[in-house]
């Protein structure tokens, strides 16, 4: 079975600061998805952001990148120029993508709060 | 928004009652999964549906049953409610198998157990 370990409960920066969230995971297989999802106030879980475990480039959308390091299966999420409106829940999740029907296995979450 | 929907938004129930829970898919997603959100934790997987039939469980008990109708929309019931039956209750659809397809999420029904 997988696991998704996020090791910062709450992290709290500046408006405009870099913030990088954690995320390790644990699995047996190879062929995998990894996602970050926002949850913010309004509970609707949004996805951020999606990575295919076998591309080698770190995918990036706008102001959030990944770095994701197989080997050491990390997979942390950098939000670069944070705005008010990135405070919420983030949370890293892991699919197997070679058949079956596991559903989506997250980690506890991190509370980001955008301080003023 | 994601074009997902659930109802109700919120639920008050007593132990040992019986529960029904609504979702409406992203318009042409054909797989359903539903999750249960704990307070302060991550949401874990109950079940997921494709193309009405079950076709992956986690690890819920058989109260927790489903249904996927011909239009995609999905139900999720819960019998016997307990105490620990309290979260928030997520659906999310996907095109074709989440395992290829990223999943949407709705807004989700709180559920209280008294």
């Known amino acids: 079975a997988q696991t998704v370990t996020q090791s910062q409960p709450e992290m709290s920066v500046q408006e405009a600061e870099t913030v990088t969230l954690s995320c390790t995971y644990d699995?047996?297989?190879?062929?995998?998805?990894l996602f970050w999802y926002k949850q913010p106030p309004s509970r609707q879980m949004i996805l951020v952001i999606r990575?295919?475990?076998?591309?080698?480039q770190n995918a990036t959308e706008n102001r959030f990148s990944v770095n994701f390091q197989k080997a050491a299966k990390s997979f942390s999420l950098k939000i670069s120029d944070s705005q008010l409106g990135d405070t919420a829940m983030y949370f890293c999740?892991?699919?197997?993508?070679?058949?079956?029907?596991?559903?989506?296995?997250f980690g506890k979450g991190t509370h980001l709060i955008i301080q003023p | 928004e994601t074009g997902v929907t659930q109802s109700p938004t919120h639920l008050i129930k007593t132990r040992g009652q019986q529960v029904t829970l609504r979702c409406s898919s992203q318009?042409?997603?054909?797989?359903v999964s539903w999750y249960q959100q704990a307070l302060g934790q991550g949401p874990q997987f109950i079940f997921q549906?494709?193309?009405?039939?079950?076709?992956g469980r986690g690890n819920f008990p058989p109260r927790f049953s489903g249904l996927q109708f011909p239009n995609y929309s999905s139900e999720l019931n819960v019998n016997a409610l307990e105490l620990d039956d309290s979260a928030l209750y997520l659906c999310?659809?996907?095109?074709?198998?989440?395992?290829?397809?990223?999943?949407?999420f709705g807004p989700g029904t709180r559920l209280l157990v008294l």
């Open positions: 318009s042409g997603h054909n797989t």
């Open positions: 990575q295919e475990a076998y591309k080698q």
């Open positions: 549906y494709y193309r009405e039939e079950e076709n």
């Open positions: 999310a659809s996907s095109l074709g198998s989440p395992q290829q397809e990223t999943q949407y």
């Open positions: 999740a892991f699919v197997y993508s070679g058949g079956g029907a596991d559903g989506l296995t």
């Open positions: 699995t047996s297989e190879n062929n995998y998805y």
